[in-house]
């Protein structure tokens, strides 16, 4: 049973870079047809896609999150992380990890529990 | 962006009944409308996907229908575990865009 896990600090202060990583278990984060990617929600707030990458080091990210987002992977420790830079208040949200299927934008099939990341001074 | 608008962003439902949610797009996503199942503190569950396939695992009593702009949700007989907030997401184009949750809570 495939499973994510993130991780990574749960406050960040204002103006600096939040950073997470993915942990994939019980499958390869390496395997073709699969993509990878992070969700946000705000408290009270909806989903947001924030952007995906492929194992070959691809990358797709949100147009209104593109000038301050990076997702990277490892590939030797099964583990893709988010850089998002330039912090604030809005940025609080827990994130979410995912499998994605098939191309970089479409259903995830797999997700992580989510963390919470606050940013505050 | 694609906008997506559910409805109703609540209701109160029995255990054993049936329940439809709706999700409409701001224009036409031919099939590519997933819906999800999601419980704070839990990872989020791919219910449906291509608005009408049923993912593995999912039980009988959940399925999806539509194409275009409007979309449904329906889960034919409510369990103690379908009791959580409901998304719809379209991945027709970029970025993709979910609906703002419909939260199913015991009446």
């Known amino acids: 049973q495939l499973q994510l896990q993130e991780s990574g600090p749960g406050l960040v202060k204002p103006s600096e870079t939040l950073s997470l990583t993915c942990t994939v278990s019980?499958?390869?984060?390496?395997?073709?047809?699969?993509?990878w990617g992070w969700i946000r929600q705000p408290p009270g707030k909806g989903l947001e896609w924030v952007g995906s990458?492929?194992?070959?080091?691809?990358?797709y990210y949100s147009p209104s999150l593109k000038s301050r987002v990076s997702i990277s992977v490892d590939t030797s420790k099964n583990q893709f992380s988010l850089k998002l830079s330039s912090v604030t208040a809005t940025d609080t949200a827990v994130y979410h990890c995912a499998r994605i299927v098939d191309f970089w934008s479409s259903h995830s099939d797999y997700w992580g529990p989510g963390t919470l990341v606050t940013v505050s001074s | 962006d694609i906008q997506m608008t559910q409805s109703p962003s609540s209701l109160s439902a029995s255990l054993g009944d049936k329940i439809t949610i709706t999700c409409r797009a701001s224009q036409g996503i031919s099939n590519y409308l997933s819906w999800y199942q999601y419980k704070p503190g839990k990872s989020p569950k791919l219910l449906i996907f291509a608005a009408s396939s049923v993912q593995s695992g999912v039980p009988s009593r959940v399925s999806g229908s539509g194409s275009g702009t409007d979309f449904t949700l329906t889960i034919s007989s409510l369990q103690p575990e379908d009791f959580a907030t409901y998304y719809c997401q379209q991945t027709y184009s970029t970025p993709p865009t979910f609906g703002q949750g419909t939260k199913v809570e015991i009446k």
């Open positions: 990458m492929y194992y070959r080091g691809n990358t």
């Open positions: 019980g499958g390869s984060i390496s395997s073709a047809n699969y993509f």
